[in-house]
């Protein structure tokens, strides 16, 4: 992708975590033929994971805080399907509508609770996700997602 020319834009509470919000277009050659309209950047300082987050958007009339939580969110969206596609094996899904995907998501997502809370009654100390340092957000989703059915149980 090429560059992000910068100007002086619009200015920011940084209080809030912004750092930026400009507008410009790209400049490197296939970047800029491919997409030729002007885009924003949106520079946030996310405070949760001290990182600094950069979102390019066509998007003009939200201010650049929703931007930001709105990328953020999307984040976590992708995280939660990447991790979907780890550990619930599903292959293909059997419908296309709405509905017939969320009930497979469902179903799929309550058998792997319901291992999960087997192995723990029966104390099996083999971890239904790996052992690696990238899968600690993996269990901290697995345990969110199995904590209510605890109670029940």
């Avoid at 399907?81 to 995907?101: C, D, P, Y």
Wanted: net charge positive.
């Amino acid at each position: 992708m090429g560059r992000l020319p910068q100007d002086k834009g619009r200015s920011v509470d940084r209080s809030c975590g912004l750092i930026c919000d400009q507008t410009g277009i790209l400049t490197g050659f296939y970047a800029a033929k491919d997409y030729p309209a002007k885009l924003r950047r949106v520079k946030f300082h996310d405070r949760e994971t001290d990182k600094i987050l950069v979102f390019l958007t066509n998007n003009f009339t939200l201010p650049a805080l929703i931007i930001a939580h709105i990328y953020k969110a999307r984040w976590k969206v992708e995280l939660f399907f990447k991790w979907i596609k780890q550990h619930l094996r599903i292959k293909a899904f059997f419908g296309t509508s709405e509905n017939a995907v969320k009930t497979q998501i469902w179903i799929a997502i309550s058998a792997y609770v319901l291992v999960a809370i087997m192995k723990k009654r029966l104390k099996i100390d083999e971890e239904i996700v790996g052992h690696k340092e990238e899968d600690k957000m993996d269990n901290q989703l697995l345990f969110c997602l199995i904590e209510p059915f605890y109670l029940i149980f």
